[in-house]
């Protein structure tokens, strides 16, 4: 904590002087929460100078290009660990030992089938359906046969939702873009790891054996560990939004699987797949630059920028270098798509507007070439940062709900509507 204040002289009051709060890393805050109590409200659109919550899951530094998850650097979890460690890691706090990650990977395999009854959600869906659109009326669903984890004050009910979340959400994912290309479901395998089975569910047939790449499998698990949570992003303060409200985690989920769906946040992995593909040729890209920089021009380099990276985002430069080991293993160095993007990120990294801008490759720029290879089709890129995500934002929900000062979450506003004016009955409207 921090002894220091802030002092704020409003019109018509004494000076107030406001507590400053410090964390364990990163900038102080300002409590301002007493404010309204001098009928004025702080004005904050975007969130852009606010923090919502304090949490102790992830640290970022935009300015360092520094992501922690739990005090653990991203790229030596990309390194070292596998997708459910770092999921063990944002759960718990703590990174598994040899018998704590055996029981969680058992509990977490003992969860990946789905009720058959959900199966029948599908056949609802137009079969040209957007996958996301699929993911969040599914997920949502799954509240309906789920009632003996709704209690969300019992922490025992808040593990197993999570496990169930953590655990279905590549099934149901498979089972959509199975249902997209009119094959059959496939069944979850507990022989296989997490990433694995997931691969097994998209791309197995009954009519084949299937024995997935493993190079791709140690790809796509960087991808999900990569993805798996971001602090207080659009999607995660989705999730604890409507988790203040008592909402049960399904609901929740399915929230955050909405939020996460813009291009400006977690739909920008398909966007830039998308772009190159537009784009085409390295001959058009200084058009492509000239149109991101137009401000009468909607177009903006997707993959690139963002909210709080000022810098390199981390997960960029590991995403970059899993893309250079997938194109060698697969000898697809020639791939023109990568080949294009590499091109396309060393000029925009030279050019004056977007040095000005701070304007530097996210973590979605590279990921869709790599899940181009794999063989994930783009309209499902959105769906694999929601699988990947899932356990970020289960892990927020469940932190929040835990905490002592749970408040449902009710923001105010500037009004700038009509002043109050009397009834105007219908024959007297012109
Ligand atoms: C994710 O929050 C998270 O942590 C998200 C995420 C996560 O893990 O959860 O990291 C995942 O969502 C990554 C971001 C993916 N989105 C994209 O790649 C879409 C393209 N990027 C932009 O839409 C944009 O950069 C945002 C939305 C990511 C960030 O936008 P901000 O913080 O609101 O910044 P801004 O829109 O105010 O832009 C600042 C300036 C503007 O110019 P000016 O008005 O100041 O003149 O930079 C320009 C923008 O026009 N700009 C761009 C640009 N991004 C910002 N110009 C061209 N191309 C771009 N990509």
Same mark, same amino acid.
């Given at each position: 904590?921090?002894?220091?204040?802030?002092?704020?002289?409003?019109?018509?009051?004494?000076?107030?002087?406001?507590?400053?709060?410090?964390?364990?890393?990163? %900038?102080?805050?300002?409590?301002?929460?007493?404010?309204?109590?001098?009928?004025?409200?702080?004005?904050?659109?975007?969130?852009?100078?606010?923090?919502?919550? =304090?949490? #102790?899951?992830?640290?970022?530094?935009?300015?360092?290009?520094?992501?922690?998850?739990?005090?653990?650097?991203?790229?030596?979890?990309?390194?070292?660990?596998?997708?459910?460690?770092?999921?063990?890691?944002?759960?718990?706090?703590?990174?598994?030992?040899?018998?704590? @990650?055996?029981?969680?990977?058992?509990?977490?395999?003992?969860?990946?089938?789905?009720?058959?009854?959900?199966?029948?959600?599908?056949?609802?869906?137009?079969?040209?359906?957007?996958?996301?659109?699929?993911?969040?009326?599914?997920?949502?669903?799954?509240?309906? !046969?789920?009632?003996?984890?709704?209690?969300? @004050?019992?922490?025992?009910?808040?593990?197993?939702?999570?496990?169930?979340?953590?655990?279905?959400?590549?099934?149901?994912?498979?089972?959509?873009?199975?249902?997209?290309?009119?094959?059959?479901?496939?069944?979850?395998?507990?022989?296989?790891?997490?990433?694995?089975?997931?691969?097994?569910?998209?791309?197995?047939?009954?009519?084949?054996?299937?024995?997935?790449?493993?190079?791709?499998?140690?790809?796509?698990?960087?991808?999900?560990?990569?993805?798996?949570?971001?602090?207080?992003?659009?999607?995660?303060?989705?999730?604890?939004?409507?988790? =203040?409200?008592?909402?049960?985690?399904?609901?929740?989920?399915?929230?955050?699987?909405?939020?996460?769906?813009?291009?400006?946040?977690?739909?920008?992995?398909?966007?830039?797949?998308?772009?190159?593909?537009?784009? #085409?040729?390295?001959?058009?890209?200084?058009?492509?630059?000239?149109?991101?920089?137009?401000?009468?021009?909607?177009?903006?380099?997707?993959? !690139?920028?963002?909210?709080?990276?000022?810098?390199?985002?981390?997960?960029?430069?590991?995403?970059?270098?899993?893309?250079?080991?997938?194109?060698?293993?697969?000898?697809?160095?020639?791939?023109?798509?990568?080949?294009?993007?590499?091109?396309?990120?060393?000029?925009?990294?030279?050019?004056?507007?977007?040095?000005?801008? @701070?304007?530097? %490759?996210?973590?979605?720029?590279?990921? #869709?070439?790599?899940?181009?290879?794999?063989?994930?089709?783009?309209?499902?890129?959105?769906?694999?940062?929601?699988?990947?995500?899932?356990?970020?934002?289960?892990?927020?929900?469940?932190?929040?709900?835990?905490?002592?000062?749970?408040?449902?979450?009710? %923001?105010?506003?500037?009004?700038?509507?009509?002043?109050?004016?009397? !009834?105007?009955?219908?024959?007297?409207?012109?």
């Amino acid at each position: 904590m921090s002894n220091d204040t802030v002092e704020i002289r409003i019109p018509g009051h004494s000076p107030l002087s406001l507590p400053m709060l410090s964390g364990t890393l990163g %900038p102080k805050v300002i409590d301002v929460s007493s404010v309204n109590q001098y009928d004025v409200f702080t004005y904050d659109p975007g969130f852009q100078s606010t923090a919502a919550c =304090s949490s #102790g899951i992830t640290f970022i530094d935009g300015e360092k290009g520094i992501l922690l998850h739990r005090g653990y650097p991203i790229a030596e979890l990309a390194e070292h660990a596998d997708y459910l460690e770092v999921c063990y890691l944002l759960l718990n706090g703590e990174l598994p030992n040899q018998a704590q @990650k055996e029981s969680f990977v058992y509990e977490i395999q003992h969860h990946t089938l789905v009720h058959e009854q959900l199966s029948n959600f599908f056949n609802g869906f137009p079969r040209h359906s957007h996958p996301m659109a699929i993911m969040c009326g599914v997920v949502g669903a799954l509240s309906a !046969f789920y009632h003996d984890s709704l209690e969300i @004050k019992n922490p025992e009910h808040r593990k197993l939702a999570a496990l169930r979340l953590v655990a279905k959400m590549p099934t149901i994912a498979a089972m959509a873009y199975k249902y997209s290309i009119g094959q059959p479901f496939a069944y979850p395998k507990n022989s296989l790891s997490y990433t694995e089975n997931f691969l097994h569910m998209m791309f197995s047939v009954p009519t084949e054996s299937d024995n997935v790449n493993p190079v791709l499998v140690r790809a796509m698990d960087r991808i999900f560990t990569l993805h798996a949570d971001h602090e207080q992003n659009a999607s995660t303060s989705t999730v604890r939004l409507a988790g =203040s409200s008592g909402a049960n985690p399904f609901a929740c989920i399915s929230a955050g699987i909405a939020a996460l769906w813009g291009p400006a946040h977690g739909g920008a992995n398909e966007a830039v797949l998308n772009m190159l593909n537009e784009i #085409g040729d390295v001959s058009r890209i200084d058009m492509y630059l000239a149109r991101a920089k137009d401000k009468n021009d909607p177009f903006r380099l997707m993959g !690139f920028g963002h909210r709080v990276y000022k810098n390199f985002d981390p997960r960029a430069k590991v995403m970059r270098q899993t893309c250079y080991e997938v194109m060698e293993a697969l000898q697809i160095q020639e791939d023109p798509l990568f080949k294009l993007a590499l091109k396309l990120e060393e000029i925009a990294l030279q050019d004056p507007y977007f040095i000005e801008k @701070k304007l530097y %490759p996210n973590v979605d720029f590279y990921s #869709g070439i790599i899940l181009k290879a794999i063989g994930i089709p783009i309209n499902m890129f959105t769906v694999i940062f929601a699988i990947a995500r899932t356990v970020g934002w289960i892990s927020h929900w469940s932190e929040m709900l835990s905490g002592k000062d749970l408040k449902i979450g009710r %923001p105010r506003q500037l009004y700038t509507g009509p002043n109050q004016r009397d !009834f105007v009955p219908i024959e007297k409207r012109r």
